[in-house]
C-alpha cells in the first residue's frame, strides 16, 4: 500500500508544494549521483511501470522506461495502436484492470480530462508524461537542470518565447509555485489566455508583444515547437504566424551574461531555434534530456512511496 492514500498522482507541476519540489530536486541529484556512480538503488524491485502512449515519444518513453530498470522495476509500453485505447475501451476501464496490475502509470495523451478520468479511477498514482495542455515532467527536469547549473530559480526570471502550449501553461504553474517572474511573448492568437489565470499566477507573469523586451535581463530563455502534437491541422497557419518567432543570438545577447538556453526537444532549427543558439555554449537541452531520466526516478519514488 503507498503512504499517500488516496494515490498522489502529478497531472500537472501545481499538484506539488514548494517544499515538496525542494524534496524532490535534492532526492533527483542525490540518485544522479548515485546512477554516476554505478551504485545501485532499487527501491522498486518486483514493482512495474506501465506507460501508455497516445502521442509519439523518444525522450519520455526511454527515460521512463530506463529509469525504472535502474530502480530496478519493470516497465511495460501500451500504445494507442497496439491497446484497446485505440478502439474504444472507457478509460475509466482502462484505469481499473491497469491500476490492479501496475504499482505506477504514466500516461502520455490528447486532453487533460483523459489523465483526469484515468486517475480519478486509478488504484496506484498516475503521471502525467504529456497532455495538450501540460508537460509537468518536463519542467521539473528544466528546473532541476537550472537549479544544478545556476543555483536556486526563486527570484530568476524566465523567458518563454513562442506558442502559448502545454510548456508555455506548465511553466505559468512553476513561476507561481517555485516564486519566479516568467516573462511571456507570443504571436498574435496564439498567447496565453490571460483570464483563465488565477492571480498568483499573473502576479509572478508578464507579457510582451515583441519577444526581444521579453529576453531582456534574462536568466533562461526557453522556446517550443510551433505546431505541436496534435495541432498538425494547423501547420501551414502557424509557420505564417511564427515566422521571425526564433529565438536568435541577438535575444540571448540582451539576457543575463550567464542566460542559458532550454527547449524540450524535439528541435527545428531555423524556425523557434538558430542553430547557433541550441548549438551554441549557452544551450542547456542535451542536459535538460538528461535530466528528465533523473528527475522522474525521484518522481515515481515520491508518488509510490513519500519521501524515502
Ligand atoms: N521532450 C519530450 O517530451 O520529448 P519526447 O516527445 O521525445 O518524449
Ligand atoms: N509542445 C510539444 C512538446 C513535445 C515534447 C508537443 O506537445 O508536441
Given at each position: 500500500?503507498?503512504?499517500?492514500?488516496?494515490?498522489?498522482?502529478?497531472?500537472?507541476?501545481?499538484?506539488?508544494?514548494?517544499?515538496?519540489?525542494?524534496?524532490?530536486?535534492?532526492?533527483?541529484?542525490?540518485?544522479?549521483?548515485?546512477?554516476?556512480?554505478?551504485?545501485?538503488?532499487?527501491?522498486?524491485?518486483?514493482?512495474?511501470?506501465?506507460?501508455?502512449?497516445?502521442?509519439?515519444?523518444?525522450?519520455?518513453?526511454?527515460?521512463?522506461?530506463?529509469?525504472?530498470?535502474?530502480?530496478?522495476?519493470?516497465?511495460?509500453?501500451?500504445?494507442?495502436?497496439?491497446?484497446?485505447?485505440?478502439?474504444?475501451?472507457?478509460?475509466?476501464?482502462?484505469?481499473?484492470?491497469?491500476?490492479?496490475?501496475?504499482?505506477?502509470?504514466?500516461?502520455?495523451?490528447?486532453?487533460?480530462?483523459?489523465?483526469?478520468?484515468?486517475?480519478?479511477?486509478?488504484?496506484?498514482?498516475?503521471?502525467?508524461?504529456l497532455t495538450n495542455?501540460?508537460?509537468?515532467?518536463?519542467?521539473?527536469?528544466?528546473?532541476?537542470?537550472?537549479?544544478?547549473?545556476?543555483?536556486?530559480?526563486?527570484?530568476?526570471?524566465?523567458?518563454?518565447v513562442g506558442d502559448?502550449?502545454?510548456?508555455?501553461?506548465?511553466w505559468v504553474q512553476?513561476?507561481?509555485?517555485?516564486?519566479?517572474?516568467?516573462?511571456?511573448?507570443?504571436?498574435?492568437?496564439?498567447?496565453?489566455?490571460?483570464?483563465?489565470?488565477?492571480?498568483?499566477?499573473?502576479?509572478?507573469?508578464?507579457?510582451?508583444?515583441?519577444?526581444?523586451?521579453?529576453?531582456?535581463?534574462?536568466?533562461?530563455?526557453?522556446?517550443?515547437?510551433?505546431?505541436?502534437?496534435?495541432?498538425?491541422?494547423?501547420?501551414?497557419?502557424?509557420?505564417?504566424?511564427?515566422?521571425?518567432?526564433?529565438?536568435?543570438?541577438?535575444?540571448?545577447?540582451?539576457?543575463?551574461?550567464?542566460?542559458?538556453?532550454?527547449?524540450?526537444?524535439?528541435?527545428?532549427?531555423?524556425?523557434?531555434?538558430?542553430?547557433?543558439?541550441?548549438?551554441?555554449?549557452?544551450?542547456?537541452?542535451?542536459?535538460?534530456?538528461?535530466?528528465?531520466?533523473?528527475?522522474?526516478?525521484?518522481?515515481?519514488?515520491?508518488?509510490?512511496?513519500?519521501?524515502?
Amino acid at each position: 500500500m503507498s503512504p499517500h492514500t488516496p494515490p498522489r498522482h502529478y497531472l500537472q507541476f501545481s499538484d506539488f508544494s514548494r517544499e515538496e519540489y525542494d524534496y524532490l530536486l535534492a532526492r533527483a541529484r542525490w540518485i544522479k549521483a548515485r546512477t554516476k556512480r554505478f551504485e545501485p538503488h532499487r527501491p522498486f524491485a518486483g514493482r512495474t511501470l506501465v506507460m501508455v502512449f497516445e502521442k509519439a515519444s523518444t525522450r519520455t518513453r526511454l527515460s521512463f522506461e530506463i529509469g525504472m530498470q535502474q530502480l530496478g522495476g519493470t516497465a511495460v509500453c501500451l500504445t494507442t495502436q497496439d491497446s484497446q485505447f485505440g478502439r474504444g475501451e472507457p478509460v475509466e476501464d482502462a484505469a481499473r484492470v491497469i491500476s490492479r496490475m501496475a504499482d505506477v502509470v504514466m500516461i502520455r495523451t490528447f486532453a487533460q480530462s483523459i489523465v483526469e478520468r484515468f486517475a480519478s479511477h486509478s488504484r496506484v498514482p498516475l503521471i502525467n508524461g504529456l497532455t495538450n495542455e501540460y508537460h509537468p515532467c518536463q519542467v521539473l527536469a528544466d528546473v532541476l537542470t537550472f537549479v544544478e547549473q545556476r543555483g536556486a530559480i526563486q527570484g530568476k526570471t524566465v523567458t518563454w518565447v513562442g506558442d502559448a502550449n502545454n510548456m508555455c501553461n506548465t511553466w505559468v504553474q512553476a513561476a507561481r509555485v517555485l516564486d519566479f517572474q516568467l516573462n511571456i511573448a507570443s504571436p498574435e492568437g496564439y498567447g496565453v489566455a490571460q483570464d483563465k489565470l488565477d492571480a498568483a499566477e499573473r502576479t509572478h507573469c508578464q507579457f510582451f508583444t515583441d519577444p526581444h523586451d521579453a529576453c531582456r535581463d534574462s536568466h533562461l530563455i526557453t522556446t517550443d515547437v510551433w505546431t505541436s502534437m496534435g495541432f498538425e491541422a494547423e501547420n501551414e497557419a502557424r509557420k505564417a504566424a511564427f515566422t521571425n518567432w526564433c529565438v536568435e543570438a541577438e535575444m540571448m545577447a540582451i539576457a543575463q551574461p550567464d542566460v542559458l538556453f532550454m527547449h524540450c526537444l524535439p528541435a527545428h532549427r531555423g524556425e523557434e531555434v538558430a542553430a547557433e543558439v541550441i548549438d551554441g555554449p549557452q544551450s542547456a537541452v542535451w542536459d535538460e534530456a538528461e535530466n528528465r531520466l533523473h528527475a522522474q526516478k525521484a518522481l515515481m519514488e515520491y508518488v509510490v512511496f513519500g519521501k524515502l
